[in-house]
């Protein structure tokens, strides 16, 4: 079984700086894709980023990287120059990519960011 | 830009009911997803359905529910006795593949929330 683990209900942060979302996991399986989503208060789910357990390198898309560290479990996603648009809830979400579960994302509890102007 | 389209947006029905909601996933997507998200918390996986069976199912998807795929386009979730807790955002998704080594990105439709009274 997979777990995700977001230990900030809520963060704020000042337009234009970065911040970071933390996001732990565990699980059994060796090989396992992290992917981080965001809900604005519209209520849709975005996909932002993602990264492959095998990745060498952290994934980045945008404005948004993914500090990938392995050993310690964890994902944290990192989103530089903060916008007002970036308020939301966010996600990170893992799925083992073979055998029992591989068809479903797990999801930790989620972040509400606020940006302040 | 495609996207996962899903109606209603929001249905309000009495307890005991039965509830049909409706998905259109990505035209060249092979696999679908249902998920829930129960007012302020995380978001939980239902169900996958592949090649016009159930791969993959939640402890939740119990015999309340069940998922068809009636024509070439539509995707659709009926809980058959709706209970109080069964109020919730559910969100459909679709995804090219969804196992291996790949991103196996879900798009997510923008969600039907229910309510039940």
């Known amino acids: 079984a997979q777990k995700i683990t977001q230990t900030q209900p809520g963060m704020f942060v000042q337009e234009k700086e970065a911040v970071t979302l933390d996001c732990t996991y565990d699980?059994?399986?060796?090989?396992?894709?992290l992917f981080w989503y965001k809900q604005p208060s519209s209520g849709e789910m975005i996909f932002l980023i993602y990264?492959?357990?095998?990745?060498?390198q952290n994934a980045t898309e945008g404005r948004y990287s993914l500090n990938f560290q392995k050993a310690r479990k964890s994902a944290n996603l990192v989103i530089s120059a903060s916008q007002l648009g970036d308020s939301a809830m966010y996600f990170c979400?893992?799925?083992?990519?073979?055998?029992?579960?591989?068809?479903?994302?797990?999801f930790g509890k989620g972040t509400k960011l606020s940006v302040i102007p | 830009e495609p996207e996962v389209t899903q109606t209603p947006s929001h249905q309000v029905t009495q307890m005991g009911q039965e509830v049909i909601l409706r998905c259109v996933p990505i035209?060249?997507?092979?696999?679908f997803y249902w998920y829930r998200q129960i007012l302020g918390q995380k978001v939980e996986f239902l169900v996958s359905?592949?090649?016009?069976?159930?791969?993959?199912k939640s402890e939740i998807f119990d015999d309340q529910f069940s998922v068809e795929r009636p024509d070439g386009s539509n995707f659709t979730l009926k809980i058959r006795s709706t209970k109080l807790e069964d109020s919730a955002m559910y969100f459909c998704?679709?995804?090219?593949?969804?196992?291996?080594?790949?991103?196996?990105?879900?798009?997510f439709g923008e969600g039907s929330r229910l309510t039940v009274l």
């Open positions: 998704a679709s995804s090219v593949i969804p196992t291996g080594p790949n991103t196996g990105e879900l798009f």
């Open positions: 035209s060249n997507h092979l696999y």
């Open positions: 699980t059994s399986d060796p090989s396992y894709g």
């Open positions: 990264q492959g357990s095998y990745d060498q």
């Open positions: 359905f592949y090649n016009n069976e159930i791969s993959e």
């Open positions: 979400a893992m799925r083992p990519h073979r055998g029992a579960g591989s068809y479903q994302l797990t």
